[in-house]
């Protein structure tokens, strides 16, 4: 529910402040969607929705990034999952934001029992620990492109009191670039 509502309030922002900029002369403003993917303390993968406006530096962004183990012999895996609204300004190439965000996830609690089986070479199981809170996200991406198409890095992160976390993602961007 929490994440619904998160993702609900962060898009009906994104509306409002887009309806905004297309009442007033919105055909120059910019806007993009991008995947990426990269390295957090886990492998990670974003999606986000970007909108700059025409006569002002400053950008809005809606992203979505998760951080997960994959391949563990130890279960279960950590995840880290974040829905999150950044506002930001634009210099040259460079996008600096920062926001609110929704985080969720699954932690490790109590040692349950071992597997020693030979063929996968044994597992290791603890008591799965889901959590919620809020976090304070921060992203810097650097962004070339054409018209249409882009490419960028993103250097994310996100302050939070159960799994903070920063990585790098390498970012495909289509939209209105330019």
Known sequence: MFKFLIFGCAWALVLLITNVACSQDASHDKYWFSAGAGKSQFP???????????NNPTHL???YTINTQIFSDIQPNIRVSEIG???????GKFRFSTGLSGVWGTNRGKYLYSDPDPLIYGSTYYEPVKYTTIGLPAEIRFITSSK???IGVTGFGNWNAKRSFVGLNLSV??????
Not at 44 to 54: I, N, P, T
Not at 85 to 91: P, R, S, T
Not at 173 to 178: A, E, I, L, S
């Open 61 to 63: 962004v809606a992203r």
């Open 44 to 54: 990670s993968g974003m999606l986000a929705v970007g909108y700059e406006f025409k």
């Open 173 to 178: 961007y289509v939209g209105r670039m330019k």
């Open 148 to 150: 249409d198409v882009g």
């Open 85 to 91: 609204l950044l506002y930001g300004i634009g210099m």
